[in-house]
């Protein structure tokens, strides 16, 4: 997902809900709080933020069922590093 096609995509996504890959150990939930060349952030529903590299990620996709679900959330969210 390293093209600039894919990035455009990611950055239309920051601030909802999405899944990272499909299944397995790698996969998580969240909010996508951070979108930059070489990786994302994603902000977990254990209020824990994980960052991916870019290169690595297959899938990237928006649970449009939540995101329709919680448009009034006024949660903090955490500072997010930038390297």
Do not use: F
Not at 43 to 63: A, G, I, P
Not at 68 to 78: G, I, N, V, W, Y
Request: hydrophobic residues 30%; negative net charge; charged residues 25%.
């Amino acid at each position: 997902m390293s093209n600039e096609n894919n990035l455009s995509y990611l950055l239309s996504l920051i601030g909802r809900k999405v899944r990272t890959y499909k299944g397995g150990p790698e996969s998580r939930e969240g909010i996508l709080l951070q979108v930059k060349s070489d990786y994302i952030a994603l902000l977990t529903d254990q209020n824990e933020v994980v960052y991916y590299q870019t290169m690595h990620l297959k899938s990237v996709v928006e649970d449009t069922k939540a995101n329709l679900q919680s448009t009034t959330e006024a949660d903090t969210k955490p500072d997010v590093l930038n390297s």
